[in-house]
């Protein structure tokens, strides 16, 4: 009860609280280039020296109920729709970690409808938000529906330009279920971005007390809340008492590049194809032929194509279409020969990840040796670049 009235004076004060609080009054910088980094956001806060944190809210099940019963989690959604400001009602505690805005992005379709133009306007966002100089935001949570939710992470992960924490989050039971996961992910999701150990990591995923790095993870799991893992690299962190502890300093994943996307409305497609035996390599033509710039093939094993796919890979690169391929073990790398042939080799991308960069290594206009070194630069540098292996692979002279 005193939380909810925690909140309710929050809800109550928040315009005095922003009119008290409003930032970079002294940038000394001419407008028209330092657009206010925080135009719009209205702060709900229960304590004005707490740090800020931003939620870009794009929906998903953490904001959805049934309206069958409290243990249902197959049939949700035609419940009640509770709003973020309902959760922080709920979940009012988080006032006391962080001050908090809210900024609402349409996901219509739900998770599994969504395109980059979504990650893409988040980012934008994100960038002028929190990146701007002279910005006071600690870091930002992003509310997302789970079935893609690694998709619009990465993409904004991948583009983001600021050490700040980028935090995701969502649930994998409705509000309405006998214990919701949301309450939790979403206060430690809080936590994390407004902690100032969060910083200097890359983009991360809370879920069900762990933290894992955007760029390995993925859901594994279709109904359960331990669902997000990055398999083989592990988790960087777990929460206790709603903290987050990492086991270790902080570091950028391996290989991680940005992409400025600033200008950027729609992306060049590319396709992801499964391989498997009996594959149909003429389906990459299609693909092409249907507008794609770049395709995705999930080889089997340690990404190899079969010999036709290797043959229309081949073709395809000599009019400028990339081939990437990427293990469809789900975990492992893709492996380089150690000269370089058309194929093109995901470094531990999983394939939805990968076609996400190549997307934007393509919107950055790079050229297929570029293209060849965003995927395999940290694969090769680690396999054929010590002497050893020069000698062992023939590349020494
Ligand atoms: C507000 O938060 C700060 C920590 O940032 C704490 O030191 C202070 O006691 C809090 N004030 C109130 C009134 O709770
Ligand atoms: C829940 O909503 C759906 C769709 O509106 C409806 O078909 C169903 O009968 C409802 N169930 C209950 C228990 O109200
Ligand atoms: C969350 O808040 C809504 C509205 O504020 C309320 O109807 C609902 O019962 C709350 N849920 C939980 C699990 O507390
Ligand atoms: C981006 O998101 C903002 C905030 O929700 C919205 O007003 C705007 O229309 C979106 N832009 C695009 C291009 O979707
Ligand atoms: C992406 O989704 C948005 C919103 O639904 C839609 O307006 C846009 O046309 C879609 N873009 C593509 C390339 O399909
Ligand atoms: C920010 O952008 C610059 C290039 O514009 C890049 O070198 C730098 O790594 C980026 N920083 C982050 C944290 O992404
Ligand atoms: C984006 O557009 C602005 C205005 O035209 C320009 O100044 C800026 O250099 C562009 N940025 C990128 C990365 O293309």
Not at 175 to 200: C, E, I, K, L, T
Request: proline fraction near 6%; include cysteine; hydrophobic fraction near 40%.
């Amino acid at each position: 009860m005193l939380s909810r009235n925690l909140f309710a004076t929050a809800l109550a004060l928040s315009g005095s609280v922003i009119a008290d609080l409003a930032p970079h009054k002294a940038l000394g910088r001419s407008e028209e280039k330092t657009p206010c980094p925080e135009d719009g956001l209205e702060w709900i806060s229960t304590n004005a020296s707490l740090p800020k944190v931003v939620i870009y809210n794009t929906g998903g099940t953490i904001l959805s109920t049934s309206n069958y019963s409290r243990i249902d989690n197959v049939k949700y959604g035609r419940g009640y729709r509770p709003t973020v400001e309902d959760l922080i009602g709920n979940v009012s505690e988080v006032l006391s970690v962080a001050q908090l805005a809210i900024v609402r992005f349409d996901a219509p379709g739900g998770s599994s409808g969504i395109n980059s133009s979504l990650y893409l306007n988040i980012s934008q966002y994100a960038n002028r938000q929190l990146c701007s100089e002279g910005s006071d935001i600690a870091g930002a949570i992003m509310f997302h529906g789970t079935n893609t939710l690694e998709e619009t992470a990465f993409g904004v992960d991948l583009t983001f330009n600021c050490s700040k924490p980028f935090i995701a989050t969502g649930a994998m039971r409705p509000d309405s279920y006998m214990s919701p996961d949301g309450h939790s992910n979403f206060y430690q999701a809080v936590a994390a971005a407004a902690s100032p150990s969060s910083r200097d990591r890359g983009g991360m995923i809370a879920f069900n007390d762990r933290l894992t790095s955007i760029f390995y993870s993925t859901k594994t799991n279709a109904n359960t809340p331990d669902t997000f893992k990055a398999i083989e690299q592990g988790n960087l962190g777990a929460f206790l008492a709603g903290q987050p502890y990492y086991y270790y300093g902080a570091s950028y994943p391996t290989g991680r590049p940005y992409f400025d996307v600033t200008n950027t409305t729609v992306l060049p497609p590319v396709v992801i194809l499964y391989g498997h035996q009996g594959f149909d390599a003429s389906l990459m033509y299609a693909a092409v032929a249907n507008g794609a710039k770049g395709l995705v093939v999930m080889g089997p094993g340690a990404a190899q194509l079969s010999p036709s796919a290797q043959a229309a890979a081949d073709d395809l690169y000599s009019q400028g279409i990339p081939t990437v391929a990427v293990p469809r073990t789900g975990t492992g790398s893709g492996i380089p020969d150690p000269v370089a042939k058309t194929i093109i080799y995901a470094s531990y991308q999983i394939a939805p990840l990968a076609r996400v960069m190549l997307q934007l290594g393509i919107n950055a206009g790079y050229s297929l040796d570029e293209i060849r070194s965003l995927f395999e630069s940290p694969i090769r540098e680690a396999v054929y670049e010590p002497w050893v292996n020069q000698k062992i692979y023939g590349l020494a002279a």
